[in-house]
């Protein structure tokens, strides 16, 4: 059965002498690896496509009764050349895919993850000096975003504006925020998180990350954010961060 996809390359691998492996996230299959056969030397039917980050819209063939998936041809839709250039940029991406590919369920809620994805490496892209904390934000809405994101701005128990307190604490397993005279009724792992980052936090949800960049976080925010939300993901998620890559705990 053939069908035409549109597809975000992630890596590309050799087998044999011309022909190549490619693994893909797209917003309809989710991801998934495919074989294309002579894509290692053929200028007419992949001219461009094959590299990291190029999203591109393919041709594909797919062999139920083998299991695989091939790639037919493709047509270059967008690449990131100056993501690819800049070691910085594309250290951020590769984190941000990294953990895509962890934390990634299914082609369930496809869709969303490919347009927050694209979002996020277009402001890498274009961005003249990206966040550093891009990917802990990029990391954060994707969390966020599979039902996992906290009530911000009021207490769990009482209702309270923790806003006008100063902040509250954050209790992880639960996923709830408690005021300062709340906190006594929460349990387990927690992380007090003063304004500023309640601030931060919140904006990473309502914006997109083409604004991220213009997010003024302090030191003591970056922190409390960092914890927090390694925590949130390593509990809610299963994930966690381990020479150089996601891995489920």
């Known amino acids: 059965m053939e069908s035409t996809e549109k597809a975000l390359v992630l890596k590309v691998g050799r087998f044999r002498e011309v022909d190549a492996w490619v693994r893909l996230f797209s917003p309809r299959k989710g991801i998934f690896t ?4 002579g894509g290692s030397v053929s200028r007419r039917r992949f001219l461009g496509c094959l590299d990291p980050f190029n999203v591109v819209n393919f041709k594909v063939k797919h062999e139920a009764a083998k299991g695989y998936t091939y790639l037919l041809e493709g047509s270059l839709m967008a690449a990131h050349p100056r993501l690819r250039q800049d070691v910085e940029r594309l250290g951020m991406a590769v984190n941000c895919i990294k953990f895509l590919e962890a934390a990634h369920l299914g082609a369930t809620g496809s869709e969303h993850a490919f347009d927050l994805l694209m979002e996020t490496l277009d402001a890498l892209e274009q961005a ?3 966040s550093r904390l891009l990917p802990l934000f990029f990391r954060a809405r994707m969390a966020f975003d599979q039902g996992f994101k906290p009530e911000l701005s009021h207490c769990a128990r009482c209702g309270a504006d923790v806003a006008l307190q100063g902040g509250a604490q954050l209790f992880v397993e639960q996923g709830k925020l408690h005021c300062g005279d709340c906190r006594q009724w929460g349990h387990g792992a927690s992380v007090r998180l003063s ?6 936090l919140q904006a990473v949800c309502e914006l997109s990350p083409l604004q991220w960049a213009g997010l003024a976080v302090s030191n003591q925010a970056r922190m409390e954010c960092g914890r927090a939300l390694d925590l949130f993901v390593e509990y809610h998620l299963g994930l966690t961060w381990d020479h150089g890559s996601f891995r489920r705990i």
């Not at 495919?34 to 056969?37: H, Q, S």
């Not at 304004?195 to 931060?200: F, I």
């Open 128 to 130: 003249e000096q990206p």
């Open 195 to 200: 304004s500023p980052s309640l601030d931060v």
């Open 34 to 37: 495919a074989f294309a056969f």
